[in-house]
């Protein structure tokens, strides 16, 4: 989604903790830099009309993933991590540790905080918290064993995964101490249940059971079950119930892997095995906002965008929460899309002898012949189905090629930010 903080927060000058490779080099010791400077988050774009800038990780670091923060992205290294300034490509911040073969990082689900745990050289586990937009130390010795995902600034949530299903703890980063666990998964009001899906945002978190007379996971992956589905959101600093939906269905259809829990900023996107219907509900509510026959592919603060008509005849619309269709536009299947106010951005991809190359294209929700935009991505192998992945963040939408198996991308390579 978009970050519309206006907050100010730390920006452009370095502050260089240890200066070169050479002198940390066989050592476990971080590479850390920091900015200290105000400016002001960068706002969201609207609108995009070519390549605002572009990144690419120095020789010999691997780039794997990438997060939205209040000022731009935190890149994700085997080595740790780079925070970028959305509007410029400025690289604000680094923490790395290029001659440890062995770390674990995380970036808490509201993109605030960075988690990087590794072995020091007296051979004991080290875990620092950074503040993603400043790259700064929050905590050197934060209680986070590397295998927790961080909600927020302040909790982190354990997942514990048996033959019964799963279940989950959250604890507090700065001292390690157990807020709340589960001693029973969450069930519906009756009948046999199966605690198998969980979305873990800094308002909620949201379990997803299934009841049903059979609830192994062998019966789950078969169709023709009467069963019933129990979305049931906690309090992240208590364990409380906040509110629960609880949907019957003469036929599953076959569980897994069918359910899905996807979050779009505050607003979760449920999918349920045996349900016609997306459901979109307020993660901290629990408000269902709309629900439509469609795919739901995008989701900003006033609209979201849905994959509508028949087989034969697929359309995008644009949707206001109110349920009016805002616009229409033609679609083929594959499409990697966002939504931006002047109008659908997809992501174009096209095969050659030495590489395919990936572009991104802007649609006029009026309809019309679209804006191309060059990017210069090329990969040896793009996925058909998602040949390169979109993320808004302040400051620019960033286009990367998917990294995966299917892809043949072990590593980004290149980013383009579209502005």
């Not at 410029?88 to 993109?111: A, F, K, N």
């Not at 020091?120 to 295998?147: F, K, M, R, Y």
């Amino acid at each position: 989604m978009f970050l519309r903080s206006e907050a100010w927060v730390a920006g452009v000058v370095f502050t260089l903790f240890v200066t070169a490779c050479g002198a940390n080099e066989g050592s476990s010791r971080p590479l850390h830099e920091t900015s200290d400077e105000a400016f002001q988050s960068p706002g969201p774009v609207d609108s995009v009309s070519g390549v605002g800038w572009e990144w690419e990780p120095s020789e010999g670091a691997r780039a794997h993933d990438v997060h939205p923060t209040p000022v731009g992205a935190v890149v994700v290294l085997d080595s740790g991590f780079v925070g970028l300034r959305g509007d410029t490509g400025e690289e604000l911040w680094s923490y790395t540790l290029p001659d440890t073969d062995q770390i674990h990082t995380d970036v808490s689900s509201d993109g605030t905080r960075a988690a990087v745990r590794y072995t020091n050289d007296e051979g004991e586990p080290v875990a620092v918290l950074l503040d993603t937009s400043t790259g700064s130390i929050v905590s050197e010795d934060a209680h986070w064993d590397g295998e927790s995902h961080l909600l927020d600034a302040e909790l982190q949530i354990h997942r514990h995964y048996d033959e019964d299903g799963f279940s989950v703890e959250v604890a507090d980063l700065a001292d390690g101490r157990t807020m709340w666990r589960q001693e029973e998964p969450v069930a519906c009001s009756e009948g046999p249940s199966r605690q198998v899906r969980g979305s873990y945002h800094a308002d909620a978190v949201v379990l997803l059971a299934y009841c049903a007379d059979d609830v192994s996971e062998e019966a789950m992956y078969s169709a023709g079950q009467q069963a019933t589905h129990v979305l049931v959101a906690l309090d992240p600093g208590s364990g409380r119930e906040l509110w629960r939906h609880e949907i019957s269905v003469d036929d599953t259809q076959g569980y897994f892997p069918e359910s899905r829990l996807t979050q779009y900023g505050d607003t979760l996107v449920v999918k349920l095995p045996g349900v016609s219907e997306q459901l979109l509900l307020d993660t901290a509510t629990g408000d269902l906002l709309e629900e439509l026959s469609g795919h739901v592919l995008d989701v900003t603060e006033e609209a979201y965008l849905a994959r509508m008509g028949t087989i034969e005849n697929p359309v995008f619309e644009l949707r206001g929460f109110d349920g009016q269709v805002l616009h229409t536009l033609p679609t083929d299947p594959g499409d990697v899309v966002a939504v931006l106010d002047e109008g659908l951005l997809r992501v174009r991809m096209e095969r050659g002898p030495d590489g395919d190359t990936i572009g991104a294209e802007v649609t006029p929700w009026q309809g019309g012949d679209g804006t191309v935009v060059e990017t210069g991505l090329v990969v040896e192998s793009a996925d058909s189905e998602e040949p390169g992945r979109l993320l808004r963040m302040p400051g620019a939408v960033l286009l990367y090629p998917s990294v995966g198996p299917s892809a043949g991308v072990d590593a980004i390579e290149h980013i383009v930010a579209l502005q």
